[in-house]
């Protein structure tokens, strides 16, 4: 059975715990407030920051568990490659450890983690979706991955940034563009690295096949913004159009950072679709 460990490390956003996870890799979390249990997956180049400005908006009325993913200080990589198997297996185990099903929310990659968890038939009471890149999957990344590492090996973060934006996220030219105004200084080793590396295994090894996600039965809420770039909102509508149970919701003058941007706006629509799934 694995055990939580506390460490002594605590804050506002809450104390930092970790549990062994089925193949015995450590995954560090946080947990807040008190209430029906909600788990928070964040996306590549996140960490257990990404969603504490949503969670603490929350926190008077769930309680908040928000585990670091595989590759994300602090929890540790696991095997490479990975794939979305393993990732759903350590959200097996922390709702295993909750005692109860839980609403799963996932942020960009971490709503793709969040289908195949759904899709996997863990115990989930509802599903919320920050714009899972569905788009990004197949044998094309694999040769983005080979590049990445060589980029994060000599240390060209502003380079490895670009390739991301430019070949995963499919930033528009206009503002890759504008990335490339960026200050050399700030071309130091970007500490994400490793879990970008694991995350484009696993996108590597997917499929781009949205129909699948027609078996995901539990009540969804799946959230955009209105001004993120394609080809995000056409896999979005996609996706709506298959899933049996869904509320789409589209936050005005936004793109795909809005749970960081307006926080409470996201928590807001979160709390009322939790309140009545």
């Not at 990975?82 to 097996?92: L, N, P, Q, S, T």
């Not at 070949?167 to 490793?194: C, Q, S």
Request: charge should be negative; aromatic fraction near 6%.
């Amino acid at each position: 059975m694995p055990s939580a460990i506390q460490s002594s490390k605590s804050s506002a956003s809450g104390a930092l715990l970790s549990f062994e996870s089925f193949d015995g890799t450590i995954i560090g979390y946080r947990r807040i407030g008190s209430g029906p249990p909600v788990v928070m997956v964040h996306g590549s180049g996140g960490g257990l920051h990404s969603w504490q400005p949503v969670a603490e908006r929350l926190a008077d009325r769930f309680e908040l568990w928000s585990p670091a993913r595989r590759g994300y200080a602090p929890s540790q990589s696991g095997r490479s490659p990975k794939r979305f198997a393993e990732e759903v297996g350590d959200i097996r185990v922390l709702i295993n450890r909750i005692g109860r099903p839980v609403h799963l929310v996932g942020m960009s990659y971490g709503a793709t983690v969040a289908l195949h968890a759904a899709a996997a038939g863990l115990a989930l009471r509802s599903l919320v979706l920050w714009e899972p890149p569905l788009y990004a999957a197949g044998e094309e990344l694999t040769p983005v991955l080979s590049r990445f590492e060589e980029l994060t090996t000599q240390g060209d973060r502003l380079q490895a940034d670009r390739l991301l934006a430019e070949k995963v996220a499919r930033v528009p030219a206009a503002l890759l563009d504008f990335m490339d105004g960026g200050d050399p200084a700030d071309n130091e080793p970007a500490t994400d690295a490793p879990g970008w590396c694991r995350d484009l295994e696993s996108m590597a090894a997917d499929a781009v096949d949205v129909e699948r996600w027609s078996a995901v039965t539990v009540p969804t809420l799946l959230m955009r913004g209105a001004d993120t770039w394609q080809p995000m909102p056409e896999t979005l509508d996609r996706l709506a159009s298959v899933l049996p149970d869904v509320t789409l919701t589209t936050f005005p003058d936004q793109m795909h950072f809005a749970p960081s941007t307006v926080p409470e706006a996201v928590a807001a629509e979160i709390a009322r679709f939790l309140s009545h799934p």
